[in-house]
């Protein structure tokens, strides 16, 4: 597999990837800078040499853990330029309950650190040690996310963002602007037959038919196609009015599905469902949608 295809199959694996090289280097910098201060004040280090890469990597790896808190965030919560008056607010509320969470986590490895070499580990003072937390930690937090939005649009044009036909030969703008006219007003979504793929440089035409599945990502319907995953600009509400009678269904407040990719249907005791995919996907079936996909089905 090259190394383009595997970017493809597994984009969040190197969001995650990318994040956690950076985090390496940057901790690894200033732990070793934490050094080189304490070596140029002429006095003998008055600490152990492990304890500033301990303060460093609890920090690193407090983030990393929080990562799928943020991604959950901004799922739910996306900073696009639609939402991002409303969205902002959520975000700096949410930035306070991530300084705590980091702030715990970051705290617990140090003293295990500590622990292991008989030696007690102390916080600081409360609440100026928490509020100067704070000040790093909501910059941390704006910081990932605008590396994760900056990393997906290079993403987006790597893999090939995907437009509809009809919409082909214009700009991102016009397209939001159509969507949002088009999901305020009463008449129909109009019917979609093909979709245009820009890669590479190049253009390429994908018939509706060929989606397996739909995935919503924010401001964007991820299409699924032959292990392949192609951003549309778009919500997935809207998308799926456009391409119902072609056999697409909802199932999820987060999925769509080709009628005509479904292997098998597995109910569960909770009244949910699994929905498993000639490719061998499992998709969650909400009970908010099975009796919709049920009378679809027959």
């Avoid at 600081?124 to 930690?137: A, H, N, Q, S």
């Avoid at 109009?190 to 390429?204: M, Y």
């Avoid at 032959?226 to 009015?241: A, D, V």
Wanted: glycine share 4%; hydrophobic share 45%; with cysteine.
């Amino acid at each position: 597999m090259s190394l383009l295809a595997s970017f493809e199959k597994r984009p969040q694996f190197y969001e995650l990837l990318l994040i956690v090289c950076y985090l390496f280097i940057n901790n690894t910098i200033n732990a070793t800078s934490i050094l080189m201060e304490a070596s140029r004040s002429g006095q003998a280090i008055s600490f152990p040499l492990w304890q500033p890469f301990v303060w460093e990597y609890s920090s690193a790896l407090g983030l990393i853990l929080l990562l799928p808190l943020i991604t959950f965030l901004l799922k739910i919560a996306p900073l696009t330029w639609r939402f991002i008056k409303q969205n902002i607010i959520w975000h700096l509320l949410a930035s306070v309950v991530f300084s705590m969470l980091h702030i715990a986590l970051m705290v617990l490895f140090r003293k295990i650190a500590y622990i292991s070499q008989n030696l007690h580990y102390e916080f600081g003072e409360l609440p100026i040690e928490l509020f100067y937390e704070y000040r790093k930690d909501v910059w941390a937090y704006f910081f990932l996310i605008m590396v994760i939005y900056s990393f997906r649009f290079m993403v987006s044009r790597m893999i090939g963002e995907a437009q509809t036909i009809s919409d082909g030969e214009e700009s991102d703008g016009e397209n939001s602007q159509e969507v949002s006219h088009s999901e305020s007003s009463d008449s129909p979504p109009p019917k979609v037959e093909r979709l245009l793929v820009k890669k590479l440089g190049k253009e390429f035409i994908i018939k509706i038919s060929d989606i397996e599945w739909l995935e919503s990502s924010g401001n964007y319907v991820n299409l699924h196609i032959n292990g392949r995953i192609y951003p549309l600009r778009s919500t997935l509400s809207h998308f799926i009015g456009q391409i119902s009678a072609q056999g697409f269904c909802r199932i999820h407040r987060s999925y769509g599905v080709n009628l005509d990719a479904i292997e098998s249907i597995t109910s569960l005791p909770s009244g949910d469902g699994e929905i498993t995919l000639k490719n061998a996907k499992v998709l969650n079936l909400s009970r908010r949608y099975r009796d919709d996909f049920k009378a679809r089905l027959s």
